[in-house]
């Protein structure tokens, strides 16, 4: 190795996964947010499992990653969910590359209100901190 390629940074891969928690919702309305995302995109967590209540007195966060590259549950990338209905407000953390938290933050924008509360920024990813309502 010579002494120039010893100081070339190294190329990052486009990181096309996201990472969505939602909290301040009930496991309904966790569902639909996911069942909605899975319509656009690849996800980690299996169609068919609903999200529950994990304690009866605390709240619960529900998690899954979802990848923005990859066709969802339609069978095409980019294809969006009808507008659903939610039983109330549901706060989602996003989490990922800029690219990958525009594409999904849009997917969401499709079927829901979004409304972005917080924000912050890092060299290679974003998080956002969105409140979706039904449209």
């Known amino acids: 190795m010579n002494s120039t390629q010893a100081h070339e940074p190294e190329v990052q891969a486009h990181e096309p996964e996201v990472t969505v928690e939602l ?8 569902h639909t947010v996911f069942s909605a995302l899975r319509t656009s995109f690849a996800c980690d967590r299996r169609p068919n499992e609903v999200p529950h209540e994990a304690h009866a007195t605390r709240p619960t ?9 990859e066709p969802g549950s339609a069978g095409k990338l980019g294809a ?7 039983t109330g407000p549901v706060i ?11 594409r999904l ?6 079927v829901f209100a979004v409304e972005v509360v917080g924000k912050v920024s ?12 039904t449209k």
């Open 122 to 133: 890092g060299d290679q990813e974003t998080e956002n901190q969105l409140r979706l309502t």
């Open 61 to 69: 966060v529900w998690n899954a990653t979802f990848d923005v590259c």
């Open 23 to 30: 909290s301040e919702c009930s496991a309904q309305d966790a």
């Open 80 to 86: 969006v969910a009808e507008p659903a209905q939610l």
């Open 92 to 102: 989602a953390n996003i989490q990922g590359g800029y690219h990958a938290v525009d």
């Open 105 to 110: 933050r849009d997917a969401l924008g499709a």
